[in-house]
């Protein structure tokens, strides 16, 4: 497996670091093809791979900004993975790899290679995959007691989801039998919404709320929440209506950490 080179500025004080220095010129000399060569920049890793052999400048040209030779890319520099759908944002990236973008000397071998060498065809990792097929077999299993709920719980759980995404009760504009309306505030968003909890609706209810929704002007948004739908429900093409499943309403319960409240009303 090729060793993976990292091209960083060089910060040398005097002959301390000759032997390094002669290491890093012979990697840089000596078939540098064999390598894939990586450097930070701009928040971002970048790599390419070179061809063998090294150019040297004319005497007349060989100044500071153009250097004494250099190597020519086969593979342009790239911030972008193979497959071009993965940013190499360092933000993105594991701490091991940004790592090397510490490195003070002109070339070394990153601690990470491996993962720099899964990163760059954009494989996923083991672990990351294992735990995300946790969490949607977890959230699959949340979704079942949602749907089995008794509609004040389900109402409560609404507001609880509401109030930790910082939405606030203002008032409840109505209710009947197994279903509420209520306004909501943000603050922070200074929007207000119209939300309706329903044990149970289909589509015609949801397309009665629509219109309602748009005839109140003081509303920014509308979320239809409900977890017996009695058909899959078509939203109109509009981000400020949102309707939230038993689905919707799991995947929130597990990223607000609401799962052993969910399962405490059983």
């Known amino acids: 497996m090729a060793v993976i080179?990292?091209?960083?500025?060089?910060?040398?004080e005097g002959k301390r670091y000759w032997r390094q220095d002669f290491n890093a010129l012979s990697s840089l000399i000596d078939h540098p093809s064999r390598h894939i060569w990586i450097t930070?920049?701009?928040?971002?890793?970048w790599w390419c791979t070179v061809r063998d052999g090294v150019t040297t400048p004319d005497v007349d040209t060989d100044t500071a900004e153009h250097g004494h030779f250099w190597l020519t890319c086969d593979r342009p520099w790239s911030n972008h993975s193979l497959d071009g759908k993965r940013n190499l944002d360092i933000a993105n990236l594991p701490g091991g790899v940004t790592a090397a973008a510490g490195f003070r000397g002109t070339v070394c071998e990153p601690?990470?290679?491996?993962?720099?060498?899964?990163?760059?065809?954009?494989?996923?990792?083991?672990?990351?995959e294992a735990a995300?097929?946790?969490?949607?077999?977890?959230?699959?299993?949340?979704?079942?007691?949602?749907?089995?709920?008794?509609?004040?719980?389900?109402?409560?759980?609404?507001?609880?989801?509401l109030s930790r995404t910082g939405w606030a009760r203002v008032a409840k504009l109505g209710g009947v039998t197994e279903g509420t309306d209520l306004d909501v505030e943000n603050p922070s968003l200074n929007e207000r919404a119209f939300v309706q909890v329903k044990s149970q609706a289909g589509q015609a209810m949801?397309?009665?709320?629509?219109?309602?929704?748009?005839?109140?002007?003081q509303f920014d948004r509308m979320i239809f929440a409900?977890?017996?739908?009695?058909?899959?429900?078509?939203?109109?093409?509009?981000?400020s209506i949102q309707v939230w499943d038993s689905q919707r309403i799991a995947e929130l319960v597990v990223r607000l950490g609401l799962g052993d409240w969910v399962a405490s009303r059983f």
């Open 5 to 12: 080179e990292a091209l960083v500025k060089a910060d040398f």
């Open 40 to 45: 930070f920049e701009d928040s971002c890793m």
């Open 111 to 128: 601690t990470e290679w491996r993962e720099i060498l899964r990163i760059l065809p954009n494989e996923g990792d083991e672990g990351a």
């Open 132 to 161: 995300t097929a946790a969490r949607g077999a977890y959230a699959a299993a949340v979704a079942k007691l949602v749907a089995r709920l008794g509609w004040r719980d389900f109402e409560l759980l609404v507001d609880l989801i």
């Open 206 to 217: 949801l397309d009665e709320y629509v219109v309602r929704f748009r005839a109140r002007p």
């Open 226 to 239: 409900v977890h017996k739908p009695a058909a899959a429900l078509a939203p109109p093409l509009d981000p």
